[in-house]
């Protein structure tokens, strides 16, 4: 389970910071980033891992629990986004660090740490410690993960009304039997992401979609 040790060793203000979106054939990639005043109430703490390994009612359920302690003065956040063009014009792993960036940025003031989930540090203005499988071990980036995953799902809930045919409020973007097929059919959104294979091999967009914006 997620713990505090790592942020405790620092002394300092120490951000954890994950992405959310990677992997889907649309949408943005999203960033968070969260800096915990001290340990957090074992109340929270309780509710908090890697967002993947939570359903949806245990992560709304974190979200706002997080979103009452940023109120509470318990945590500072940012959250940051790299649109699907942008993913199509620099490759996903730039994006991703884009997002990490413009996540930090949106802090009231630079950490003296972030801790990234993953291998690959983002180039951010404040020093980096790599964290593999970060979201399951750190409190903080547990946090950051489940504030871009909630902002994210919620963004392509949004996204659905309009582009109904794909089914971005089930899947989230992500390359699903039902996404690959909507896509061969209707053809590329312009949420989908060039560069990735399944959008680059789509037929263009049927001109009654194109007109849904």
Same mark, same amino acid.
């Given at each position: 389970?997620?713990?505090?040790? #790592?942020?405790?060793?620092?002394?300092?203000?120490?951000?954890?910071? @994950?992405?959310?979106?990677?992997?889907?054939?649309?949408?943005?990639?999203?960033?968070?980033?969260?800096?915990?005043?001290?340990?957090?109430?074992?109340?929270?703490?309780?509710?908090?891992?890697?967002?993947?390994?939570?359903?949806? $009612?245990?992560?709304? %359920? $974190?979200?706002?629990?997080?979103?009452?302690?940023?109120?509470?003065? =318990?945590?500072? #956040?940012?959250?940051?986004?790299?649109?699907?063009?942008?993913?199509?014009?620099?490759?996903? =792993?730039?994006?991703?660090?884009? $997002?990490?960036?413009?996540?930090? $940025? /949106?802090?009231?003031? =630079?950490?003296?740490?972030?801790?990234?989930?993953?291998?690959?540090?983002?180039?951010?203005?404040?020093?980096?410690?790599?964290?593999? +499988?970060? @979201? +399951?071990?750190?409190? *903080?980036?547990?946090?950051? *993960?489940?504030?871009?995953?909630?902002?994210? @799902?919620?963004?392509? %809930?949004?996204?659905?009304?309009?582009?109904?045919? #794909?089914?971005? %409020?089930?899947?989230?973007? #992500?390359?699903?039997?039902?996404? /690959?097929?909507? =896509?061969?059919?209707?053809?590329?959104?312009?949420?989908?992401?060039?560069?990735?294979?399944?959008?680059?091999?789509?037929?263009?967009?049927?001109?009654?979609? *194109?007109?849904?914006?």
């Amino acid at each position: 389970m997620p713990h505090f040790e #790592y942020e405790s060793q620092v002394g300092g203000r120490v951000a954890g910071v @994950d992405e959310a979106g990677r992997g889907p054939l649309a949408g943005p990639v999203m960033a968070g980033a969260v800096v915990f005043a001290g340990p957090p109430p074992a109340a929270l703490a309780r509710l908090l891992d890697d967002s993947k390994r939570l359903n949806v $009612a245990a992560r709304q %359920a $974190a979200f706002a629990a997080l979103l009452q302690a940023a109120a509470e003065g =318990l945590l500072e #956040y940012g959250i940051g986004a790299a649109s699907a063009a942008e993913i199509g014009q620099i490759n996903i =792993l730039r994006a991703t660090h884009l $997002a990490m960036a413009r996540a930090i $940025a /949106r802090l009231p003031s =630079l950490p003296a740490l972030a801790l990234i989930d993953g291998n690959r540090p983002p180039p951010l203005p404040c020093p980096t410690q790599c964290l593999v +499988g970060g @979201d +399951g071990i750190s409190l *903080s980036i547990a946090a950051a *993960s489940i504030l871009a995953k909630v902002v994210r @799902d919620r963004a392509m %809930a949004r996204l659905h009304p309009r582009w109904p045919a #794909y089914g971005f %409020a089930q899947h989230a973007g #992500y390359p699903t039997a039902m996404h /690959r097929a909507a =896509l061969a059919e209707h053809g590329a959104s312009p949420h989908h992401r060039r560069g990735f294979g399944p959008v680059d091999r789509a037929p263009a967009l049927k001109a009654a979609d *194109s007109r849904r914006r």
